[in-house]
């Protein structure tokens, strides 16, 4: 099955600094990536829709110059929080989506997340 | 705007018993996912259901989608411990953006 990574896992920050999330598909190219936010016992929330070559499509009440996503290549989305603090601490996870593939099968492929932790 | 139901919110059940767990949505879709997410994990595919009718089945697991009724199910025959984990469906939105709605989960706890 196709295979999305995210790097890093697990990163513990300071309030006020900034902090990058790499999102790559492996196997395939992802014309479009999406963003989740989880946090505690809650669901998954769609932060932001990430498309190759284009401006970042972000979802009601997200702060687009707090969470800024680049998708400059076919295989990597990256977010970034700028100045992060403590309410930024949760559970991210990207997804990609696989053009190539449709019919029977997922149209997204989820990333193995990334735990952010401010301090 | 699209929503996503699920119930029961938290499911404690004992070992070898059947339970089913419900996803309901507000708009048309024709495409269901069911997904299980163990503690400090991402999402694990579970069930892919494209049409009116399908029902897909995995070991202990069966999941259903009536469009008619937005509704899908997640059966459980005979659980087990393992099957413990937090259940989420997520439903297409239907606008051509390729989002996926997600519902609130189901948190599963199988007691031996």
């Known amino acids: 099955g196709a295979v999305v990574s995210q790097h890093p896992s697990r990163v513990i920050c300071k309030s006020g600094t900034s902090v990058k999330i790499e999102c790559r598909s492996l196997d395939f190219q992802a014309t479009t990536m999406f963003w989740y936010r989880q946090f505690p016992k809650q669901s998954l929330m769609l932060m932001a829709t990430s498309n190759e070559g284009s401006k970042a499509t972000y979802e009601q009440g997200v702060e687009k110059d707090k969470f800024l996503i680049n998708h400059a290549s076919l295989t990597l989305s990256t977010l970034t929080v700028t100045s992060a603090h403590p309410e930024d601490s949760s559970f991210y996870i990207c997804?990609?989506?696989?053009?190539?593939?449709?019919?029977?099968?997922?149209?997204?492929?989820f990333g193995p997340g990334t735990r952010l932790t401010v301090l | 705007e699209l929503k996503v139901e699920q119930n029961p919110l938290f499911l404690s059940m004992q070992e070898g018993k059947n339970y089913t767990i419900y996803c309901n949505y507000s708009?048309?879709?024709?495409?269901l996912y069911w997904y299980r997410q163990d503690p400090g994990k991402s999402l694990e595919s579970l069930f892919v259901l494209l049409s009116n009718g399908a029902v897909k089945q995995e070991g202990r697991l069966m999941a259903s989608l009536d469009t008619k009724a937005r509704l899908s199910t997640l059966h459980i025959t005979a659980a087990v411990h393992d099957l413990s984990a937090t259940y989420f469906c997520?439903?297409?939105?239907?606008?051509?953006?390729?989002?996926?709605?997600f519902g609130t989960g189901t948190r599963l706890k199988v007691l031996a």
């Open positions: 708009t048309t879709s024709d495409r």
């Open positions: 997804s990609a989506r696989d053009p190539q593939r449709g019919g029977g099968t997922d149209t997204q492929y």
């Open positions: 997520a439903v297409d939105d239907t606008s051509g953006t390729y989002k996926y709605i």
